[in-house]
């Protein structure tokens, strides 16, 4: 794709602004940043086809793996336990 001016200051708004939203703490972060990403497709600054590509969906798979096993640890109360011995 190439860019001219008119996307690179459309680009740098959208970021600017879901950074500032961000910042303010208002609003939930990853609705906040994933309406950010769907603007941008939206408006033509990426495709989907790229946005998809972008995701690493290795640490994805990492990280929901790391937050089911904590959820499993605390349910079985091994911090807890690990606390009590330390």
Not at 40 to 56: H, R, S
Request: aromatic share 10%.
């Amino acid at each position: 794709m190439n860019f001219d001016d008119s996307h690179l200051i459309i680009a740098t708004a959208v970021f600017a602004v879901t950074y500032a939203v961000i910042v303010w703490d208002r609003f939930n972060r990853a609705v906040v940043a994933l309406s950010g990403a769907v603007l941008m497709i939206l408006l033509g600054m990426i495709t989907q086809e790229a946005a998809i590509e972008g995701v690493d969906f290795n640490t994805l798979g990492l990280l929901v793996g790391m937050m089911a096993m904590v959820t499993i640890s605390r349910q079985t109360g091994m911090f807890e336990y690990v606390a009590i011995l330390s």
